[in-house]
């Protein structure tokens, strides 16, 4: 059984930084996509940065330059982060964890991949 777990959202002023942290666990295919995502309260979810199945990894023009993702990995467990810079207002969403997904346009297909619980991330001004 796959399991996402995302860590690591919480409050912070505009300029400020975070860091994400994601572990999956359980998942049987090799080197998958995976990535971040959002969603803010009204709006659709959408894509924030991903990796792809050759480590080449893109970001969705409102973060380009602020967020990097990176992943790291064991035997058994995948491992995916977001450093998050600069953060603004607009950036305050629920952020989740993904693995195995597909998207258009950065915006997630429904029901595909495994997806994490989110973890919240709150940005004042």
């Known amino acids: 059984q796959v399991q996402v777990v995302e860590s690591g959202g919480g409050s912070v002023q505009a300029g400020g930084s975070l860091r994400l942290s994601c572990t999956v666990s359980?998942?049987?295919?090799?080197?998958?996509?995976m990535g971040w995502f959002r969603q803010a309260p009204g709006k659709q979810r959408e894509g924030v940065a991903l990796i792809r199945s050759d480590d080449s990894v893109a970001y969705a023009d409102p973060v380009k330059g602020r967020f990097t993702i990176s992943k790291d990995n064991d035997k058994k467990i995948l491992y995916l982060y977001l450093e998050m810079n600069s953060l603004k207002p607009e950036d305050t969403a629920m952020y989740y964890c993904?693995?195995?997904?597909?998207?258009?346009?950065?915006?997630?297909?429904?029901?595909?991949?495994?997806w994490g619980q989110g973890t919240q991330v709150n940005v004042s001004s």
């Open positions: 993904a693995a195995g997904f597909r998207m258009v346009s950065w915006v997630p297909e429904p029901g595909i991949g495994y």
């Open positions: 359980g998942y049987t295919m090799s080197r998958p996509y």
